[in-house]
């Protein structure tokens, strides 16, 4: 079974830009995660999907943050503009009860 | 304000021996807890998880205890290998949210 998958691996984006982050769950998994990972700093969460419909947002940092996940099967987390804070390694997880197991994050780097 | 608390220090170990790795936590009440375990340039890596009506729960060469009047868990690597070292993650959950510590380096010597 394959397990949760993110896109890219690495960014590297000049502050400004758009940069938008891709997590396919585990199939059959209805939560979808997304945490972030600051330099030097513990893993946060963002927010919590189950299937299409958001059901905790409350770690988003700013509106500059939209994420996504039409159709209740990847997700999607637009930085929309970046800046420099929000450098660090974004993680996704899936679960279909308790245990939430992790992707390998995406390296966001703004310049 | 919430804090989980893992040492910050790096745990160097012998070969063999036991690996004990506590997380206190203070203003949380957890309905269960995880340890991840996290390579360099990879994601967490779900370990086991403990329920808070639960005092104790083993996986092959681990253990972890969890104590919600001291507030504390702790997690034991027994006979240890060179391939268990890792930084070991404590992750609080509430309504789903898992809150995480910072993390715990164990290096284990040949």
């Known amino acids: 079974e394959a397990g949760v998958t993110q896109f890219p691996s690495h960014s590297v984006i000049e502050k400004g830009q758009t940069v938008t982050l891709r997590c396919d769950p585990i199939?059959?998994?209805?939560?979808l995660y997304w945490y972030r990972r600051v330099m030097g700093k513990e893993i946060k969460f963002l927010l919590h999907?189950?299937?299409?419909?958001?059901?905790?947002e409350s770690g988003m940092p700013n509106n500059r943050f939209l994420a996504e996940r039409t159709g209740g099967t990847y997700s999607t987390l637009k930085v929309q503009p970046a800046e420099l804070e929000d450098s660090g390694v974004y993680f996704c997880?899936?679960?279909?009860?308790?245990?939430?197991?992790f992707g390998p994050g995406t390296r966001l780097t703004v310049l | 304000s919430q804090k989980i608390e893992q040492n910050s220090e790096a745990l160097n170990i012998q070969e063999g021996k036991t690996a004990t790795l506590t997380c206190n936590y203070t203003n949380y009440s957890p309905a269960y807890l995880q340890w991840y375990r996290q390579d360099p340039g990879r994601g967490p890596v779900f370990l086991l998880l403990i329920r808070e009506n639960e005092k104790e729960k083993r996986k092959e060469r681990l253990k972890v205890t969890f104590d919600t009047t001291l507030k504390q868990s702790l997690f034991h690597i027994t006979a240890s290998q060179p391939a268990d070292s890792a930084t070991y993650l404590c992750?609080?959950?509430?309504?789903?949210?898992?809150?995480f510590g910072k993390g715990n380096q164990v290096v284990v010597i040949p």
């Open positions: 997880a899936s679960s279909h009860s308790d245990t939430q197991y």
């Open positions: 199939s059959g998994h209805d939560n």
């Open positions: 999907f189950v299937k299409e419909s958001k059901q905790d």
């Open positions: 992750a609080l959950a509430r309504n789903n949210r898992l809150a």
